[in-house]
């Protein structure tokens, strides 16, 4: 089981620019939320995808966006990037059942110049 | 809504002493509890988790961490730490509930520094 997969693991990006993120849930696994971890600070969510839905948003602006395919895999979207988006974005999959855990992925570092 | 509170930014103990990292929750709703260990450029790792039954939980590395429903907290203790603990710890709460699950809010982070 290959786990939580997230790629690319490092981007540089210029201001104004738009980024996409990509994440590949852990076998079994339908439900996949994303998270923002600014430098020394704990994860922030940003949202929630289940059954190709965005399910739970948190307070992030509208810029952010996301997808999920029917394969489960997830796809974050940042448009007009800002210098703060600058930040470790991590994917975590989890199974819509009660008593369950989420699992991560080693996340994408994103830098925003 | 939930907030976790960590209570000490960082926490420097020397190899084989004991070590206890405090959190604190707040919640209007039942949430599940967990704790979660962060290695420098890697993902998280789940040590333990509190789900229902034993306040008393045990979790890999031999962490484990006690459930206090009166007082809101969950802190985390290890009896005798080793210099590859060192790294980051962080909190987190997730209402119960199915559609809640992965939707965890997390303290901002204890960092565990252990000296030789």
């Known amino acids: 089981d290959a786990g939580v997969t997230q790629s690319p693991t490092h981007l540089i990006k210029t201001r104004g620019q738009q980024v996409t993120l990509r994440c590949s849930p852990k076998?079994?696994?339908?439900?996949v939320s994303w998270y923002q971890q600014a430098l020394g600070q704990g994860p922030q969510f940003i949202f929630q995808?289940?059954?190709?839905?965005?399910?739970q948003r948190g307070n992030f602006p509208d810029r952010f966006s996301g997808h999920q395919f029917p394969n489960y895999s997830s796809e974050l979207n940042v448009n007009a990037l800002l210098l703060g988006d600058s930040a470790l974005y991590l994917c975590?999959?989890?199974?819509?059942?009660?008593?369950?855990?989420?699992?991560f992925g080693q996340g994408t570092r994103l830098t925003v110049v | 809504a939930q907030s976790v509170t960590q209570l000490d930014s960082q926490v420097p103990v020397f190899e084989e002493a004991p070590v206890e990292l405090r959190c604190n929750y707040s919640?209007?709703?039942?949430?599940?509890l967990f704790w979660y260990v962060q290695y420098p450029n890697q993902g998280l790792q789940l040590l333990l988790k509190?789900?229902?039954?034993?306040?008393l939980v045990k979790g890999i590395n031999g962490f484990e961490a006690e459930f206090n429903k009166s007082q809101t907290s969950f802190h985390l203790r290890k009896p005798s730490v080793h210099i590859s603990d060192t790294a980051e710890y962080f909190c987190?709460?997730?209402?119960?509930?199915?559609?809640?699950?992965?939707?965890?809010?997390f303290g901002q982070g204890t960092t565990l520094q252990v000296k030789p």
């Open positions: 509190y789900l229902s039954g034993s306040t």
């Open positions: 975590a999959s989890s199974y819509r059942g009660v008593n369950t855990e989420a699992f």
């Open positions: 076998s079994g696994h339908d439900t």
């Open positions: 995808y289940y059954e190709e839905e965005e399910r």
């Open positions: 987190a709460v997730s209402a119960k509930g199915s559609s809640n699950t992965g939707k965890l809010i």
């Open positions: 919640s209007s709703v039942s949430v599940y």
